[in-house]
């Protein structure tokens, strides 16, 4: 195990308390499997295919490694723990547990997530796994075909049998809308796809997936234990404010949100996507669908911005946000969008409880020095987004908890080892792991309950 900086203390940072939260607010920070763990010991994945086609991720990586942490998450651990984080949002690589057909399932995988839930739990760190967080394996095909929303559902009946005994909180889908739009539409992630009926095929099988393995989970797991789902939601705008971008906003609105929030709450799908979607409905499916979560998450990171462009896929394209609006390494810091994005979920689908599943800042940290990393910017917008979070929660949205992305840099999909979220720096090398004044103030954010003020100077 390479050394750490001592977790039982964080690294100090100051700040005035200027909003709390409910008391049983969760503090938490969330992963991947396949961001951090290695390939050792898994079947193979569409996002090992991915990575291996020349060209595909920025800065030429692959997932080989990762961050290693199916052998270095004790030392995560034990800085989160160090830090008073409550919660830690990983996920189960399905490759992991089924290498190479339904009925291959792994022992040593099960072995592992075993170890890694017990570890969590000593440290005094409630688990709450992802059943999919993008890492298909290459043997159950991909969202195309309707047999995987199944086998996804099977998938999940294995691992909730196995670890439903000390997990209590359950998220089933990571962002579909991603996966749909990303990978099936815009090809910048797996199966880097370019077809827009390949999208809708995605839309509706993810969503049918996901009413499956509610019904499966629901099934396996004890009636006290909570299960939800989380979906990248992002107010939409039209660039600039143009009226002829607004058609184009709306239409973003309608595949990016929409299409998979509405259906979840028996809404069906909107329009046009009930027209898009169509060919892939089968009778009974939408029943399925209306999964009716006990908690929503929503990932949040910016809005989106939309232009009309009749030459592109769907007719639109990729707008520029405000040109006052301040960027981090990945995306621009909006934190009013945060508010608005949570105010909207509680008015349009009953007041639900609400999980902010992930919030983050890619920054470029300096390196180490004196075992710790200075990274005051991700502190400033870490500030504002809590804020923002503290908002709506004062506004009466069922708000209960926020998990900070990530708790360590990642290889973080298309960008490789690019971009750095992590409250946790990882030498690329040794994989050494020291924390970053973030970790600190998050610590401090924690123990107040509250968004407190970021420092200055």
Known sequence: MTAIHDPSHPPAIDGGATARFSPDFVWGVAASAAQTESRRGRGPSNWDAFCDARGAVLD?????????????????????????????????????????????VSAAGLDYYDRLVDSMLAKGITPWPTLFHWDVPTWAGDFRDRDICQRLADYAAIVAERLGDRISQWIVLNEP?????????????????????????????????????????????????????TVNLQPVRAEGGHAENQAAAQRVDMLWNRAFVDPLYGKGYPQPVAELVAPFVVDGDMPVIAAQPDFLGMNYYSRIYIKQAANHMFGLAQGQPPHDAPATDYFHVEPDGLTEMLVRLHHDYGAPELYVTETGFAMPDPPPRDGVVDDAGRIAHLASYLKAAQAAHAQGVRLKGLFYWSATDNWEWGQGFAKRFGLIHVDRTSLARTPKRSLGYFARCIEHNAALDAPTG
């Open 177 to 229: 809308n991603s996966v749909a739009l990303r990978g099936y539409a815009a090809q910048i992630h797996a199966p880097a796809l370019n077809s827009a009926d390949a999208a809708y095929a995605a839309i509706h099988h993810q969503n049918l997936a996901q009413g499956l393995a509610f019904q499966a989970l629901r099934a396996t797991l004890p009636g006290t234990h909570r299960i939800g789902t």
């Open 60 to 104: 030429g990586s692959t997932n080989a490694l990762c961050t290693g942490f199916e052998e270095h998450y004790p030392a995560d651990l034990a800085l989160l723990a160090g830090a008073g984080v409550q919660a830690f949002r990983f996920s189960i690589a399905w490759p992991r547990i089924q290498p190479s057909a339904a009925d291959s």
